[in-house]
């Protein structure tokens, strides 16, 4: 079973900084690709970032490109996002997803965490 743990939302400030991490356990980490996503309170999941099994290859959704940088370090068993600049239309709570396919998608990602809030004030 595999089982992942987001951790590092809180509430921030217009143009502050935050990271979040998602630890990984059950299986060997090195055979996921991971996956972040957002949702906000009436509106529909969006992926927001994605990074390959090594690392190698990452994707970021157009609205948070150039202010979110998703890592992933492979003996630590974990995935970040390093979210700078933060808007409050970056209000959600984000997910980290994993998946042995690295496939840029809106669903359908084999394991999910629960998910930490991050508000953003004006």
């Known amino acids: 079973q595999v089982q992942l743990a987001e951790s590092g939302g809180g509430l921030v400030q217009a143009g502050d900084s935050l990271e979040l991490s998602c630890a990984v356990s059950?299986?060997?980490?090195?055979?996921?690709?991971m996956y972040w996503f957002r949702q906000a309170p009436g509106k529909k999941r969006d992926i927001v970032a994605a990074i390959s099994h090594s690392g190698g290859s990452t994707f970021y959704a157009g609205f948070v490109k150039g202010r979110f940088t998703i890592s992933r370090d492979n003996a630590k068993n974990t995935v970040y996002l390093q979210m700078n600049s933060l808007k409050p239309e970056d209000t959600a709570v984000y997910y980290c997803?994993?998946?042995?396919?690295?496939?840029?998608?809106?669903?359908?990602?084999?394991?999910w965490g629960q998910g930490t809030q991050v508000t953003v004030s004006s």
């Open positions: 997803a994993a998946d042995t396919q690295y496939v840029v998608r809106e669903s359908g990602y084999a394991y």
């Open positions: 059950g299986r060997a980490f090195s055979s996921y690709a």
